[in-house]
Structures are given as C-alpha cells and as structure tokens.
C-alpha cells in the first residue's frame, strides 16, 4: 500500500471513530426539564397521543417523528464496490446513507441493517416495519433479490419503498441523459444505446431511458456473458428479458457500431478506444463503473475528442451521484404523504435536476466546488449536490407529481408556499429576510456596488435580477466583469442586464469629480486630488452617484476595513439629517434572531449616541417582522457598579425615558440577564422586560463586535449585516467575509424605500 493511500485509509478510520464512534446520535425535539416535561413527554400525558392516533393512524404523522423518519434497509448482500460484506459490515455505509439525508434534505433515519439472505424473508421483515417509517429506502441489496423485495414491499406497504441503486441512479442518468441530448442536438426516440451491466441500476436505467422516449428496439444490452439476445439462457432473468435481441451478433464488439450512447455500469476497461471511434458522431459516454470507469475520459476523447463524457468519480466532470435525487424524492414525497413513489414522481425528479444544470449556478455551489467550470455545456450536464436549490426545485416538483398522480394522503394547499419553507430550510436568512424582499418589491430601486468586480457582487447581481425588481450597477472595468460572467457560468452581461461604471473611462467623469470637489474643497481636496479620487476610489465614486442621483443606494465593503468606507460615505452622502447611527447586525440562530450594535461604527459611543442607536435599531428591526426587546448591556447590572459602561447606559436610559416610547428597552445587564428572563427577575423583579431581549446594545464597539464573530464562528450564527444606520439607506457597508447570498440580502435592504420603514 502506498503512503498517499494508507493516508487516506487513516483519515477514513479516524473519521468513524473520532470524537466519538459512528456517524449518528440522536437527539431530543421537546424540552425534558422537569417533572412537567417529564409527565407530558411519557406517563400519563403520552398516553393523549396514543388514542388519538388509536382513534386516527394518519395522526401519527402530527403527534410522532414517522412522517420524517425513513429507514435505509439492507442485507449487505452487494455493497458498493465491497460486495456481499454481510449486514455488520455494512453499517457505516447506511450511517453515512442517513447523514445524507439528514444534511441534504433534513430527513431523519434509522438505519437498519439485517442478517437475512432470503428476499421473502427480508421483504416480511421490511413490510412489518411500516408503522415505524414514513417511507423505506432498501439499499445495497443483490439482484435479482433486490427486484423481489421491492416488489413485495411495494405490493404490501402503503408507505413509498424506494431502492435507491435502482431508482436513484436511473434518474441521475436520466437528468444527465436528459441533457447530454441537449448538448448534442440529439433526442431521446431516435438515440441508439449500447449497455453493459445487467445488474439492478443497470435495467432500472434502461428502463427509466424508454420512460423518457427511448424506444425499447434501440436498446442492445450486454453483460458479463455478452449480449442478451432471445434465447439465451445463460444468467438471465425476467428483468433481462425484456431487453433481449432478435439478432444474431453476439458481442459488445458486434453492437457498438453507430451507438449514440454508451451506459456503462459494470467494470473497467470494458469500452476499448476502437469501438468509441465506431460510435455515432458526437457520442455519449456514461461509463460508471467505480472506482475505475468502462473507459477514462481522456482516452475516450483521445479517440473522439467531442466526446460528452460522465463518470462515477468525483475527480471528473458530470459525476453521477445518486445524492443528487434520493434526498429530495423522498422529501417530497413525505411532505405530502405519498403512498408510494411512481413513475410519474421520479420522471418529475429527472426534469428538476436536468433543469437546475441549465439554470445559473448558484453561489453556493461555486464556493463549494471553487475552481471547476460550473456552466452548462458538455462538462456539466447535472448540478453539484452543494446547489443548495436542489430542495426547492426537485422536491416541489416530486410533490406536484405525486398530488396530480393521487398518490398523496397529505395534499399541499400552497406549491409556492410549500418552495419558500423548504429554501427556507436551507438559506436560513430566507424566513426573517421576507418581509424586506415583500417591502423592496414595491420600489424599482437602482443599487451600486462599490467592488463590481468581484465574484461574489456578480453573483449577487445575478440573484438580484432574479429575484427582485432592483437594478444593479456595478463599478468596474466592463471586460473585465464580462470575462468573469463568462467564466463563472452567469447569464447577465454588461450593458444588456445591467449598467456599468468604468472608472477608467466614464462619460460621466467630469460631473463626479466636479461635484466631489464641490463638497471636498473646503477639506483640503484639489481638483487634481478629486479627479485622482474619482478614478480610483470606488467607494467615493458610488457615493458620488447616490449623492448625484445616478443610484438610490450604495453597498461597498467586500474588501477594506470599515471606517475607511465610513469616511467617504460620511463626507459625500452625511448632513445636517444623515448621519451614521450605529450598525447593527442581524444574528440568526438556532433558536431565533437576535440583533446587536454598534458593530462597527462609534468605538466609545456617548450616552446620547447610545440613544440614539437605540432607536435606531427599534425601527430597524421592526423592517424584519419582530418586535423589539432590547437589552442594554454591560459589566455592570442594574447599577451594581458605578464606573465604566455600566454609567453611560445608565445616562442613555435616562435619556430614553424623557419620552414615550413605542418599544421595550431596559438595563443596564449582562448577556445572561439580558437572555434570561428568570434569572433577571430574580436580579430586579420590578424591571419592565418580559422574555428574552432580541435585541442587544453594547457600549463598546469592540463588545459588540466581539460577540458577533463569536456567534458567527463557534455558535453557527448566520450575519444579516451589518445595517448601516442613520444614512436613509442611502449606503451599506459590508464585511469582506460576506457571501453573495449576503450580498442579496443587503441589496433588498439597501432596495427597500425609507418610507417602507420610517
């Protein structure tokens, strides 16, 4: 064995084992304090849920887990590339089946595993599981026993029985085919298609391929033995049967001339570099075999150098991986309580994932995948399992279908509600940023950014003109911005979905620096010096264009440290009625949002600058939907120390108090009396918050930034910010760690009119 695979065989075990053994545990929904939890969770409160699900079994599924619990059933008769490894050994291949779906699709699983050879047995086994599992995923399980306990299972259970060797890699190849043809200029009912492997995944692709329009008299299949032909007797089956040839050729050989597709899922080097050359022109070549494919990309395109190639193997484009659809059918399926998952279900999963390759990457993926050519075309036929989309567009669909088919015991009354909670689920802003994105759609506003040259602002300049009605610009050089849209995949380009401002040579330059210089020539800036400005300093020149009427908004801040962006802003757009407040950044967290300031903006504000971002950021956090609670924070609690913070938020109350307030306010407290409203009742019962604050005001920025990246980095807090406040949301700086999913939000925040918020 060599270093570099003993390495990774270290890694691997090191992985299962360390910090504690396994891939799964599982943990509680529902409180478990006290006695009170305890009587409800078990005897007798326990006993309500049983007769009402006694009373009506479809109860099960509001009262119980079943209708997010599938199990992941196998004999660990035919495992991956081990084979029959027996079920024991099989286990950290269905624990890490379950972690997939949990992370992919938030599905919960058991997974079981079963030292039963004997398919009918097996199939009992699975079938006497039902009142456990929402649905059954049958795993790794040898054909032809694997066609005889679906079909058992499928025949006896009233729950969706999936074999995701079979089904799951038959729609991967379906979504891939789907657009391989598309590349080609080719279609599905007049394809030739040569195959090798007679195994499960290899007939279920076959026959997902005629579902799709292939017909069934251009499909010639091969196997170990050769070609399945009629009259064979050799290793052959019903499900083989039905792909067998009225021919006399005998050989992979015989066959492959004039193939427009090759689908290869049975071992290596089973596709020779002659027999490509013999194929169809512009020939498909699935060759899945793992770890070593039918046939290597660059020998195949040594041969046919237009080839459209998809392999198994992450280490290649246009990886068939069944993770792409098995998460996602039966999310759909659950949601809606499908009886069963048809036809009609998975060919509605083909078309989500073939159309999510055709649309626009998403951010998300890029980063994940960061350095590959993620645009459709040849080499990239189906989207990165990372696409975080994937929920929203394959599992709506799967439900659709599964409604328009009879098949769901739980229709939904709302398909695009039902999209919006799943990406929901997966961008964890999209819940709280709702009411900013309904607000921003009522005003047409023109957003500026300041880094237009970066990936991550021309992604979100993508999203924007998706997703809103704004109208991005972006400051920077057009040929480089048009290259960068190119080779990032996206679909907008300069001049045709959005404008541009070259710094370098702009009509407009003569009226920025003339107007930059009028409002900086009493600061010490010479014409020369505003004309330098405004070639260089994207930042003034955004500001410049708010200032002038050219935008209504600026965001800058991708790179660069906070203040310096500040000065500019300050300078161009401040005045008698504008002027920087606080920032204020929206934490969402496991259990809620929770918003904090002054991040960024005053080091050591003053009481009165203390109530003024109090205010602020009441009106603020109110554009969210929330109420305002708001906590003064400090060392100090309730007056316990005398020095420090604690006098200045003292003086800032005072100030709040001289007038009514439409908001709860209260301090000064620490963090923990702040979150805790038992454990501040018990410090001053008379004090006038009741529940947890959202809302947390430090007297030192430093206090507040401090408690914002340790949210960020160690408590999985996910940043909406920070807000720039006191500027009319006229300008918004950002952090250079900020995403282009962060970018979106802001430019909603930034694209809501002032009036939308007081």
């Given at each position: 064995m060599s270093d570099a695979n003993d390495s990774l065989r270290q890694a691997a075990l090191a992985y299962h084992e360390f910090p504690k053994p396994g891939k799964l545990e599982i943990r509680a929904t529902k409180p478990l304090a006290n006695g009170r939890d305890l009587a409800r969770a078990y005897s007798p409160g326990?006993?309500?849920?049983?007769?009402?699900?006694?009373?009506?079994?479809?109860?099960?599924?509001?009262?119980?887990?079943?209708?997010?619990?599938?199990?992941?059933?196998?004999?660990?008769?035919?495992?991956?590339?081990?084979?029959?490894?027996?079920?024991?050994?099989?286990?950290?291949?269905?624990?890490?089946?379950?972690?997939?779906?949990?992370?992919?699709?938030?599905i919960d699983c058991f997974d079981i595993e079963v030292n039963e050879p004997d398919p009918v047995k097996l199939a009992d086994i699975v079938c006497a599981l039902e009142p456990t599992f929402g649905a059954i995923n049958l795993e790794d399980i040898k054909a032809p026993d694997c066609f005889i306990v679906e079909k058992l299972c499928r025949e006896r259970m009233n729950i969706p029985v999936f074999h995701d060797d079979q089904h799951g890699t038959a729609i991967v190849v379906g979504a891939a085919a789907r657009n391989a043809l598309f590349v080609a200029d080719k279609s599905f009912e007049e394809i030739k298609i040569v195959s090798t492997g007679g195994g499960?995944?290899?007939?279920?692709?076959?026959?997902?391929?005629?579902?799709?329009?292939?017909?069934?008299?251009?499909?010639?299949?091969?196997?170990?033995?050769?070609?399945?032909?009629?009259?064979?007797?050799?290793?052959?089956?019903?499900?083989?049967?039905?792909?067998?040839?009225?021919t006399d050729k005998r050989t992979l050989d015989d066959v492959i001339d004039g193939a427009d597709l090759f689908l290869g899922l049975s071992g290596p080097n089973v596709l020779k570099p002659e027999m490509v050359a013999r194929m169809a022109a512009r020939p498909i070549i699935f060759a899945l075999a793992n770890p070593n494919p039918e046939i290597m990309p660059d020998v195949a395109r040594s041969v046919v150098p237009d080839a459209i190639i998809a392999t198994g193997r992450s280490d290649f484009p246009n990886q068939v991986n069944n993770v792409l659809c098995f998460p996602f059918i039966f999310r759909g399926a659950l949601d809606v309580g499908a009886t069963e998952i048809n036809d009609e279900m998975e060919i509605a999963c083909v078309e989500g994932i073939a159309a999510m390759a055709r649309a626009t990457t998403s951010a998300e993926a890029a980063a994940a995948y960061?350095?590959?050519?993620?645009?459709?075309?040849?080499?990239?036929?189906?989207?990165?399992?990372?696409?975080?989309?994937?929920?929203?567009?394959?599992?709506t669909a799967v439900a659709k279908a599964a409604m328009d088919t009879g098949v769901a015991a739980r229709p939904l009354d709302d398909l695009v509600a039902y999209k919006a909670r799943l990406d929901a689920s997966v961008y964890k802003s999209a819940l709280l940023m709702r009411p900013i994105f309904h607000a921003s759609a009522s005003a047409e506003r023109r957003i500026v950014f300041a880094e237009g040259e970066d990936e991550r602002v021309l992604r979100a300049a993508q999203a924007i003109l998706e997703e809103t009605v704004e109208t991005p610009i972006l400051i920077g050089r057009p040929d480089v911005i048009e290259m960068r849209c190119e080779r990032l995949g996206l679909n907008i380009r300069p001049g045709r979905d959005f404008h541009i401002v070259n710094p370098e040579n702009d009509p407009r330059y003569r009226d920025y620096w003339e107007s930059y210089h009028s409002l900086m020539a009493r600061r010490g800036v010479s014409p020369d010096l505003a004309r330098a400005i405004m070639r260089t300093n994207t930042t003034a020149i955004g500001a410049v264009m708010v200032n002038m009427g050219d935008a209504d908004s600026l965001i800058c801040g991708t790179f660069g440290e906070y203040r310096w962006h500040l000065k500019y802003i300050e300078e161009v757009l401040g005045g008698p009625s504008l002027h920087p407040q606080g920032a204020l950044s929206l934490m969402i967290l496991e259990d809620g949002p929770l918003f904090i300031a002054d991040t960024h903006v005053r080091a050591l504000p003053t009481p009165e600058q203390l109530a003024e971002t109090v205010i602020s950021a009441a009106r603020h956090v109110r554009r969210f939907g929330v109420t305002p609670n708001i906590a003064l924070c400090a060392q100090?609690?309730?007056g316990s120390q005398t020095q420090g913070s604690g006098a200045r938020l003292r003086d800032a109350i005072a100030i709040l108090d001289r007038m009514p307030r439409d908001f709860c306010y209260e301090g000064e407290m620490n963090i923990d009396t702040a979150l805790d409203p038992e454990l501040r009742a018990r410090l001053m019962p008379s004090n006038r918050m009741s529940g947890a604050a959202n809302v947390l005001i430090f007297a030192h920025a430093d206090a507040a930034s401090g408690v914002r990246n340790i949210l960020k980095m160690k408590g999985g807090g996910l940043e909406v910010g920070p807000i720039l406040m006191g500027m009319g949301n006229k300008a918004h700086i950002v952090t250079p760690a900020i995403t282009a999913r962060g970018l979106l939000n802001m430019a909603a925040i930034a694209g809501t009119p002032v009036s939308a918020y007081g």
């Open positions: 326990v006993a309500e849920a049983c007769l009402e699900i006694k009373a009506d079994p479809a109860n099960a599924a509001r009262y119980t887990a079943r209708g997010n619990l599938v199990a992941v059933v196998t004999n660990g008769t035919a495992v991956l590339g081990l084979g029959n490894i027996g079920a024991l050994a099989s286990k950290p291949v269905m624990e890490g089946k379950a972690v997939l779906f949990k992370k992919f699709a938030n499960a995944a290899g007939i279920a692709c076959l026959n997902m391929l005629v579902k799709l329009g292939v017909k069934r008299e251009n499909i010639w299949l091969c196997d170990v033995h050769g070609l399945v032909y009629e009259g064979r007797d050799v290793d052959m089956n019903p499900q083989k049967t039905c792909f067998a040839q009225a960061k350095g590959e050519q993620l645009t459709f075309g040849a080499d990239y036929l189906i989207p990165k399992p990372f696409d975080p989309r994937l929920s929203g567009v394959v599992s100090s609690n309730f």
